[in-house]
């Protein structure tokens, strides 16, 4: 196998990072220069043609992208520790909250990003900065209703490390350069995300 990733801190490549680190797994990977445009080039088109990152190249030849496929293979050959779930309650909540989290805050956070930020006027054509600045109350909308459920627990989802967690970190580490912040009050999601960005596997892979 080998897995194509970016060079820097993209925020869905990170995902598949944080993962692997999670599982304690190594696979061989090929960086792709997202500020030089390297993810649009003929032979990355060859390997993923919408051009997107990260992807993972089976032995046999096939390819897997997304970020949440290639975790789910991942998890499929690796099942310890089970990072989206056991059993049907457990993996139906963490599919319900990893949906949530991504659909209603890295979706939104990186709208803003893509939109507003000049860096990236060049992959974003044309960039909507209304748009943009629509994104940002859905961001502070979701991350007042994630405070309220964390109030009384660990995690996204439940007692556990998840998936849903893996998503929500690298959202909320990406809202800096999107140019966002946490407020203040909502003291349990800064409560979690402290917590969360001390472990190893999100420490290490920024």
């Keep these: 196998m080998k897995l194509y990733i ?3 801190r993209a925020p869905n490549p990170r995902r598949v ?3 692997l680190a999670e599982k304690g797994v190594t696979i061989p990977t090929e960086a792709v220069d997202l500020g030089a445009m390297a993810h649009r080039s003929a032979a ?8 997107r990152l990260p992807a993972l190249v089976l032995d046999d030849g096939t390819v897997i992208a997304e970020s949440i496929a290639i975790s789910r ?10 990072l989206f779930g056991e059993g049907a309650r457990e ?5 319900m909250w990893q949906r ?30 209304a748009w943009g600045e ?23 989802a439940g007692p556990r490390f998840s998936i849903a967690d893996i998503t929500a970190v690298v959202a909320i580490d990406f809202m800096k350069p999107a140019k966002l912040a946490v407020p203040e009050a909502l003291i349990n ?5 402290g917590e969360v960005s001390a472990r190893p596997s999100v420490a290490t892979q920024k």
């Design 91 to 95: 993996q139906a909540l963490l599919e």
């Design 73 to 82: 293979y991942i998890e499929a050959l690796h099942p310890a520790p089970p």
């Design 100 to 129: 949530r989290v991504e659909f209603h805050l890295l979706t939104c956070v990186s709208q803003v990003f893509r939109h507003l930020h000049p860096a990236m006027a060049a992959m974003e054509v044309p960039q909507v900065v």
């Design 17 to 19: 990072r944080i993962f």
């Design 6 to 8: 970016d060079a820097g």
């Design 44 to 51: 990355y088109s060859a390997i993923n043609p919408m051009q």
């Design 189 to 193: 999601l800064r409560r979690w995300h």
């Design 134 to 156: 629509a994104n940002k109350p859905r961001v502070q909308d979701f991350l007042t209703f994630l405070d309220g459920e964390l109030k009384g627990r660990a995690y996204v």
